[in-house]
């Protein structure tokens, strides 16, 4: 099994059917100290275009559409878009375009976009076409972006380990690797001809309750309800029981691990 094989998704493409509104409540937003981060490295010029690939909600899509004259955003779940778009509204973004579809099947113009992300369902896409494509479609000298945040079930409290055994006991569906967890895309950017790749990581801390750890397991592929089907009942009333055993406040506390590569297409 060579490397791209390796990194092929596993999951139903519908796993994440009925997730957006979880999705967007409940994940923990990319932190600042990583945006500013991020837009330091990829330095965008007065008037750049932003491309977001499987964008989920916006989750990406919102904190960088800041600094950019023009935002596409494009992902295969319709009800995903369709959160981000109302969101957007709220909001009061006017430079985004959304789009539903196949991130391997989107057609743009050469050479015309100033950063590329990738967020935490890069494992769900066709890695070496995506990446392939992104170099074609990125202007010289500009970016693509690989960026992730821990899965809870990879969490080392004691209310991780106990979330994760359940889970376990309730799911079939095994754990896919993080992002921020993986040490090696930068070979893979690099085997894709993109230069002066750089790897950044962080950690931050959070609070979160019983209600928000159950709304982040429904955002997953993992322990979606689409996924769960008929043990959603069980499954939430166990989870819920277990953790108030740990803490009779329902209230938890945890370090999250986060980070991103860049990879810059080459001049000639």
Known sequence: MNFLEYLKPNYPMDAF??????YSRYRVPYPQILID?????????????????????????FPLARYYTKVIAIDSDAGMIGVG??????????????FVGRAEELDLEPDSVDL???GDAFHRLDQSLVLDLANK??????????????????GSENWHKLVSNTIDKWTSQPPVLSITEFKDYALLLEDKG????????????????????????????????KVLGNKVSDFETELRAELMKLNLQGVFTENIKCGYTIGKKALS
């Open 116 to 118: 590329i992300t990738m």
């Open 194 to 225: 993109f230069i002066d790749t750089l790897k950044e990581s962080f950690e931050i801390s959070n609070q979160c309750t019983v209600d928000s750890v159950i709304g982040y397991l429904y955002s997953t592929s993992r322990c979606s309800k």
């Open 17 to 22: 059917e009925g997730t957006a509104e979880y």
């Open 85 to 98: 778009k109302d969101e957007a509204r709220k909001l009061g973004f006017k430079n985004i375009e959304w």
């Open 37 to 61: 981060n991020l837009i330091e490295n990829v330095k965008p010029g007065q008037s750049g275009v932003l491309l977001d690939l499987a964008c989920g909600p916006g989750r990406l899509t």
């Open 137 to 154: 479609w990125l202007k010289p000298g500009a970016y693509a972006a690989i960026i992730g945040m821990y899965a809870i079930w990879r």
